[in-house]
C-alpha cells in the first residue's frame, strides 16, 4: 500500500537531484522510496552524519558571538588584509 505524502525541499537541491535521477533511470518518487527503504533496512540513516570537529564547533561559536571575526565589504577588501 502507498501513501501520499508532501515535502518541502530546497528547491536547487531538488533541480539538480533531479537530474541525477533521471540520469538513473528514477523519478523523485523512486529516489525517494529507495532512501526510506535504506532507512528502514538499516535502521539509520545510510550514509555518515558526522558531529563538527571542535575547531569548527569553536569556528561556529565565534560567528554566533561575533567574536574574533571579521566582515568585509567585497573580496578586494578581503585579499589586502591578508597581504
Known amino acids: 500500500m502507498k501513501i501520499q505524502t508532501n515535502l518541502k525541499v530546497e528547491k536547487e537541491f531538488y533541480q539538480d537531484a533531479k537530474v541525477v535521477f533521471s540520469n538513473l533511470g528514477l523519478s523523485f518518487g523512486d529516489a525517494v522510496n529507495i532512501f526510506l527503504a535504506k532507512v528502514a533496512a538499516e535502521k539509520a ?3 555518515a552524519l558526522e ?3 571542535n575547531e569548527l564547533s ?3 561559536e565565534n560567528i554566533n558571538k561575533n567574536k574574533n571575526t571579521q566582515v568585509f565589504d567585497s573580496v578586494d ?3 589586502s588584509s591578508l597581504s
Request: proline share 17%; aromatic share 16%; no cysteine.
Open 77 to 79: 577588501e578581503l585579499f
Open 58 to 60: 569553536n569556528r561556529i
Open 45 to 47: 540513516i545510510p550514509f
Open 51 to 53: 558531529i563538527p570537529s
